[in-house]
């Protein structure tokens, strides 16, 4: 959506509209800087990292324009290229959230390895022997960065109004149920339709992206939850009211409920970024948990194998001390004219040692009655 010095003056209530979607579009920039930059898990990612809080101070320094736009009204050339300056950056809003939105639902879906796109996951990584899965990887994320840049292009052309030159200023303040309600001829709509299909691919996709995660968090979250409306339906919500928003209104009440509805898909992204951080840190804390249990299993199995290897000497030691002793009371015993008895009270050849049958494993001992 353009800025435009053409475009009517703000009313009082608008401008107050705008203002406070400003304020939450910053505070919504603060957010997702701080999400991306204390998350260890968003810090590698440079579109969930970087684009997304630049998005949001885009969509903020739209609003803050938007609010004051009337004081452009009749000024010179300055004020005119900051205008252009505004649209420019405006056309990068819709390409980063997609990029972003994307990133969030591959990270959440490979981090803890379920399927997404046609592609599989085992342990946080792609499942290479499956030679389709590169290549879905590769072939989706490079086609939503080609998709993001072919959505670029339409903005800027949208936006600066080349090839209509300026003969339909109205298309950027109108929605979808104009498009079809327009008396024009089609050939003179294109231009309106080129002007709302960069929403209309993020609400798209989104619709798509959000169904997945809002599944996922249903059925594969480490956090269960008792209820379907748990928080991984914020993002289905944020694209629902994002695409109501782009639906109805013309101008100049159409500027103010799409931006409404993108603010709310900007804290429904961040409401989806806190519940991936947790979900991941969760799942993070129950390896550790597994990982510290196993050693601690290998550990107790050591130690007790150990005990039996020590166990098992001593009994060897003990045996092998038992054989050497009776074996030196059988040479006693059997020496020509030894007639000792037990504490030499037994009378001569009452002194007889019977031996006794044991187990094999336990070394026969003589016994001395």
């Known amino acids: 959506m353009a800025v435009e010095d053409h475009y009517p003056a703000p009313t009082a209530g608008l401008m107050a509209g705008y203002i406070i979607l400003a304020i939450l579009a910053l505070l919504c920039a603060v957010r997702a800087f701080r999400l991306g930059s204390a998350r260890s898990q968003y810090r590698g990612i440079y579109a969930i990292r970087y684009l997304l809080p630049l998005s949001a101070l885009v969509f903020a320094l739209e609003n803050a324009t938007l609010a004051s736009s009337g004081g ?111 008396k024009r001829p089609w050939e003179e709509r294109v231009h309106l339709l080129l002007t709302l299909l960069p929403v209309g691919v993020l609400i798209v996709c989104n619709a798509y992206f959000s169904f997945h995660l809002w599944r996922y968090g249903t059925e594969s ?4 939850h008792a209820s379907i409306l748990n928080p991984w339906f914020s993002l289905s919500f944020g694209t ?29 992204i961040l409401l989806v970024m806190v519940e991936v951080n947790k979900d991941i840190v969760a799942a993070d804390e129950f390896g550790d948990f597994l990982a510290q249990a196993s050693g601690l299993g290998d550990a107790i199995a050591v130690r007790k194998k150990r005990r039996r290897n020590k166990e098992g000497a001593s009994s060897l030691e003990d045996g092998a001390t038992n054989a050497a002793e009776d074996e030196e009371g059988g040479e006693g015993a059997g020496a020509p004219g030894g007639s000792s008895s037990v504490n030499g009270a037994g009378p001569p050849g009452n002194n007889a040692a019977p031996t006794e049958a044991l187990s094999d494993d336990i070394p026969a001992t003589i016994s001395y009655h």
């Open 72 to 182: 452009f009204h009749g000024t010179g050339g300055g004020g005119r290229w900051f205008l252009h300056f505004v649209s420019a950056c405006i056309t990068l809003e819709v390409p980063m959230l997609l990029l972003a939105t994307f990133e969030i639902m591959y990270l959440v879906h490979k981090r803890r390895s379920v399927n997404f796109c046609g592609m599989f996951f085992d342990e946080g990584q792609r499942v290479r022997r499956m030679i389709t899965t590169p290549i879905k990887s590769f072939v989706l994320r490079n086609s939503i960065r080609v998709v993001a840049v072919v959505l670029t292009a339409v903005g800027l052309i949208t936006n600066f109004e080349l090839g209509v030159d300026g003969q339909f200023p109205e298309d950027q303040l109108c929605g979808w149920v104009h498009l079809f309600r327009d």
């Open 221 to 224: 979250s480490m956090v269960v």
């Open 240 to 268: 629902g009211i994002l695409a109501a928003a782009n639906v109805f209104g013309g101008p100049p009440v159409f500027q103010c409920t799409s931006n409404v509805g993108l603010v709310v898909f900007l804290i429904s």
